[in-house]
């Protein structure tokens, strides 16, 4: 059974962390791949596996540095694949093109579903305001580079930008 471990003669149940128990997001997409396949859902099932792919490129590129895949990498490559969707959305909405735009906000919508929940943006100027409050430098790179650790993955870098520029210029 799981927990319990053979030490000698007598099993005895060992504590779990919580970490153990906890999914990582790459398994939880493989999981619902499979879900999706089995309700017949191909728009979300190609979603996934492409999503998947671009995992197991991260993955691949990491091994040669003796890093393996955690959900933080998880989450750049999820964010990465969020930002090219809403860029083609803009792009084809532009274009005249609403068809393929609304293909690629279907998709957005399904990826955006693994992404934590967003920081409001009082909560990211908070977080601004006290890093620029603690900065030994008042300089866009310096601070960016405190702020950025804190909200990634949950508040748009361009937003998180304007914020610190809106700061500095107070």
């Given amino acids: ?20 128990f906890k999914k990582m997001l790459k398994e939880k ?7 999706a396949m089995k309700a017949g859902d191909t728009k979300r099932v190609s979603v996934l596996r492409f999503l998947l792919s671009a995992i197991r490129n991260a993955e691949i590129e990491l091994r040669p540095q ?19 969707r809403r860029e083609s959305v803009e792009t084809y909405a532009k274009a005249g093109r609403q068809e393929l735009a609304a293909k690629e906000q279907t998709e957005l919508v ?3 579903t693994y992404l934590p929940e967003p920081m409001s943006e009082d909560e990211v100027r908070g977080i601004v305001k006290k890093a620029v409050g603690e900065a030994a430098e008042r300089e866009m790179a310096s601070i960016m580079k405190a702020v950025m650790p804190l909200v990634k993955g949950k508040a748009d870098g361009a937003m998180v930008r304007r ?3 809106e700061e500095l210029n107070v």
């Fill in 1 to 20: 059974r799981r927990g319990e471990v053979l030490i000698g003669s007598s099993r005895r149940l060992l504590p779990r962390t919580v970490s153990l």
């Fill in 29 to 35: 997409i493989s999981e619902d791949v499979k879900v």
């Fill in 66 to 84: 003796g890093k393996e895949v955690t959900d933080d990498v998880v989450l750049t490559v999820l964010g990465r694949q969020v930002k090219q």
């Fill in 110 to 112: 399904i990826l955006q």
């Fill in 163 to 165: 914020l610190v520029e």
